[in-house]
């Protein structure tokens, strides 16, 4: 029974490392994309007397530089999550709770899209 | 008893022979599962800032002639929006009394409809403010930002463009008047078609100087005309909308689901409002007419007109019915802003 409670003990530190590990990549996105347009509305403030085409310019570079961030930032993360995980597989630890994070952010990332789906539309005829 | 804290382990430590090549199937799941959704969200929001960048970019246009071609005085005018003080240009046309005296005591401002100007040459805006001064108002047309000669911004269809009309009435109210021997206006009405009509309601609803208001053609909500309009425009499939307009918002500040002009209407009694809408429509059904009109009526005390003017199409009723249409706008103002004294 000792070993049991010792192997409890230490299974859940494990899983919630994992876990966070997974969710690496979504914390990144989330804060990018925050930061992003923080900074495209302070832009947007900023260069109000400069006139529409400043303005427009200087959101839409912002947000470009954000989007192609936050693409790069994912892709690095994954793949230096998944090599992580691989490692950590062939010691024969199954990394479980970091590839449930990473399915969840998967999910996530795609929600926008999925909500976008099903919205209910009322187009004028 | 000893394989029963091993199997309570299997979740994390791998305990079959097929154990790796199942991690490893996993692995792949996962990876798939986050290309498929980063490709998909990424191309999503790639096109969805691009239709927005073209919703809200109009082109503009000159005038194509002022008010002295018919014979009449005008004066041009600047004057800043409110809250953003964007200087727009505009003219004002004192009324002309039957002793062809001028008189701005009872002055309309007009409010023209998207991608256009204060001339406005296929609804007739010209012919209309002309019409409207020789009937004794004055008529202060103005480009709303980003048309006709006032600065390029972005077209938000009425959730910025309000301020606009709101500047023109502390312009009225305290701007420095081109006709100061004619004083200032005794009574604020508002005249708006299309997006102009929708803008005057959002601006009149917050400012209760404007004293009656008619609109003609006006949406009683933006949302179905973009679900519509979007697509269309942009030969992608309607799930690029609602993107399209986050997108809106995160460049330009722009929120169309709050352009909504339904849910203010009423707020405006008792002041008179007149709604025209062509029965033939099929930019803006005139189902919106009946809408507005109907929520407007929830007010205690709403003073609500209606014309449907038959075989008019959007913002025709003043090319189809010409006559009738000055004379029921012409009535309804006097009605509503009472007679020109005469004195200044």
């Not at chain 2, 005038?63 to 409110?82: C, E, I, M, N």
């Not at chain 2, 949406?219 to 399209?244: C, M, N, Q, W």
Request: hydrophobic share 50%; glycine share 8%.
């Amino acid at each position: 029974m000792s070993t049991l409670s010792s192997n409890s003990q230490n299974l859940s530190p494990q899983r919630g490392r994992d876990a966070l590990l997974g969710l690496v990549p979504l914390v990144l996105l989330v804060l990018i994309i925050a930061v992003a347009l923080a900074l495209a509305a302070l832009a947007r403030q900023l260069l109000a007397a400069s006139g529409f085409f400043a303005q427009q310019q200087a959101a839409v570079i912002i947000l470009v530089a954000g989007f192609v961030l936050v693409l790069v930032a994912y892709v690095i993360a994954i793949v230096l999550t998944m090599r992580r995980i691989a490692s950590w597989q062939q010691n024969g630890i199954a990394a479980r709770a970091a590839l449930w994070s990473l399915g969840i952010t998967a999910l996530i990332v795609i929600l926008p899209f999925l909500v976008a789906i099903l919205l209910p539309q009322h187009p004028a005829p | 008893m000893s394989s029963q804290p091993s199997s309570s382990v299997a979740p994390t430590i791998q305990s079959q022979p097929g154990a790796a090549a199942n991690g490893r199937n996993w692995r792949i799941f996962v990876v798939a599962l986050l290309i498929i959704s980063g490709l998909l969200t990424s191309a999503y929001t790639a096109l969805s800032l691009y239709i927005a960048t073209r919703l809200v970019y109009v082109a503009q246009k000159p005038l194509y002639s002022t008010p002295a071609a018919f014979g009449l005085k005008y004066q041009d005018v600047t004057f800043p929006s409110r809250e953003d003080h964007i200087q727009l240009r505009g003219w004002l046309i004192p009324g002309v009394l039957p002793n062809g005296g001028l008189t701005v005591q009872r002055t309309i401002i007009l409010v023209h409809g998207t991608r256009t100007n204060r001339a406005d040459k296929a609804a007739g805006l010209l012919n209309f403010s002309v019409s409207l001064a020789r009937h004794g108002f004055a008529v202060l047309a103005f480009d709303m930002r980003g048309m006709g000669e006032s600065p390029p911004a972005p077209l938000s269809l009425g959730y910025f463009e309000q301020r606009d009309v709101l500047g023109a009435v502390d312009f009225l109210q305290s701007g420095p008047l081109p006709y100061p021997d004619l004083g200032r206006p005794r009574a604020i009405g508002g005249w708006g078609v299309s997006m102009g009509g929708a803008t005057l309601i959002l601006a009149t609803a917050r400012e209760p100087a404007i004293r009656a208001i008619v609109s003609d053609c006006a949406y009683a909500d933006i949302i179905p005309i973009l679900e519509r309009e979007v697509p269309k425009g942009s030969h992608l499939p309607s799930v690029f909308t609602p993107g399209s307009l986050l997108a809106a918002q995160a460049i330009y500040g722009i929120n169309y689901y709050a352009v909504r002009p339904v849910d203010v209407v009423a707020q405006i009694a008792p002041r008179p409002i007149l709604f025209i809408h062509g029965d033939s429509d099929d930019y803006i059904p005139s189902s919106n007419m009946t809408t507005l009109a109907n929520a407007a009526r929830t007010a205690p005390n709403a003073n609500v007109q209606t014309w449907l003017v038959p075989g008019a199409n959007h913002a025709q009723s003043f090319n189809t019915h010409t006559q009738e249409y000055v004379a029921r706008v012409v009535a309804f103002y006097t009605t509503a802003l009472g007679t020109d004294t005469g004195a200044v």
